[in-house]
């Protein structure tokens, strides 16, 4: 059974079993606040959960229970009877009780085991049973190891043990024990992921957990140790986050979902279904689709001219230009009529759509079928052909098109080509990356699903500093490193990012374009008039103070404003352009060796220098009030 917390979830308690439901949980935890806050009576979130299809399957939490001194002792059991019948009205017959954390608790682990068993003796006649679970600061027991000890001791069937994955992981508690723990004496098993941080346990685990895929902690050995019990109890998210409680509900929900499968895969993959079992394999990004109007598109034609780009080809039915340098394509819509002139209403000028080359789609969008990502079908003119496509950040689309029809049949089929011999191109090879800014709250989301859907690998966070506030960025990368996707958020609307969503609601922010030669390709760049943004020369000074550079290659980066990094592995020069439109704007860059990175070090540089120009430059060369575009 997959189940939630309603913890996890924003709203009230009727808006969370619906978004549970929604996302196709099967069971759900009421959290008691919820219950206590929700102007119903228990039998009414009984027949609403009914109604939903959703079995309650806990009430919880039983806090400051075991190993209490008298008075409060006797209080306790009375309290316990009082919730027998609150368990009773809802539905359900297991109540979760957490390790005491109360300052009187005594450190006696026959007394807990006593209390444990007489109140499980109590739901035992009331045909109910009980779940003792060890919180990571629990005052006297905070080890999964040391609850199950207790649970042994105490011997009494309608008690069992609760594993909750955080508390066991964000500890650093051993998992390999817990193969050794029956499985019919697991009651639940709570999963939560939570990003690596140096902070106490009870702050981390109450702002900053996540759904499993989230987060960095080790959730596949955890996933691996409890198969080997023979667990066949509910799986149950359990997830306390300050962002998770801004967002829209059925979106958590949904990510949710993603997770428990996610979890279910790491859990046993022999018993994955086949559209998990093959990653998509991919060959990079094929094109962009763009949408703007006519006006905007002229703009964006020269732009994409300077930048070496040939326009070869009219669309046969449709205002659509087609733009290509090498196996670069990029599709400027200007249509009223379509997806794009739809998307154009909601985010201005922007990128609508993105095409990955993939050797089979067909697998692909049954991998995302089975992680609940939308497909899109619009509708196709005649004799155009359909290409399978899913929905993506902003409900921007991510098509999916076979290294055949990516060649050559695509372009030919939909468009009417040009004869375009001759074109001088500007040395540009591919597509190495996309940024997209995304609201805080939606980080986790996206980066959620390109794990899962196209099975992206996440990078550590990086921290950056822009002049008006910190930009939290973070990439996912394929396995064959073809598809490059970094996620920039900020919590202050005035840096770059931050206006980018204000302005537009999010999306791709920042287009880098691969060469072989950076040097090269700028000298064509910018014998075709286009500049780059500045970068001052304390800069190229600081580099000559820590890094052993020859002074002709200092300078010869200087000269062109190219910023420097490397690694162990190889070597990273990247150079930006202003901003198209106040939009987005191009990044060109050359990976030497095997350097993987984004040049995240030069990040308060650039962000520095594009701050710098936008303020100077009003409107800048390529408009950013759109004076160039009118």
Known sequence: MRAIATVSLSGDLGAKLEAAARAGYDGIEIFENDLLSWGGTPEDVRALAASLGLSIIALQPFRDFEAMPEPQRRRNLARAERKFALMKALGTDFMLVCSNTSPSSVNDDARAAEDLRELAQRAAAHGLRIGFEALAWGRHVNDYRHAWAIVERANHPALGLVLDSF????????????????GERIFLVHLADAPLMQMDLLNWSRHYRCFPGQGGLDMAGFMAALERTGYAGPLSHEIFNTDFRMACARDTALDGMRSMILAEHLRNRARICDALATPPGFQGIHFLEFTLEEAQARALGQMLSMLGFCHVGHHRSKNIELWRQGNIHMVLNMESHT??????LMHGLSVCAIGFRDHHPEQTMARAHAYRACAFEGPTGPGELRLPAIRGINDSLIYLVDPDTAHDRQWRTDFTLLETSGHPDAGITGIDHLSTAVAPTQRLRWQLFFRTVFDLTASTEHEMADPNGLVFSQALVSQDH??????????????LPGRFMSEGRGGIQQIALATDDIFATLDRLSAKGLKMVPIP???YDDLAARLELDDALLEAMRVRHILYDHSEHGEFFHAYTD???GRFHFEIIERRGSYTQFGAVNASIRLAAQSRLHAATAPSSFGTDHSFVQ
Do not use: C, K, M, Q
């Open 167 to 182: 508390h066991v992981l964000a500890p650093g508690l051993p998992i390999a024990p817990i193969a050794d723990i029956p």
């Open 339 to 344: 997806f794009a002139h739809t998307y154009r």
């Open 482 to 495: 073809t598809i490059r996707l970094v996620l920039n958020t900020s919590p202050a609307g005035e840096t």
């Open 537 to 539: 020369d304390n800069y």
């Open 579 to 581: 901003r198209f439109a």
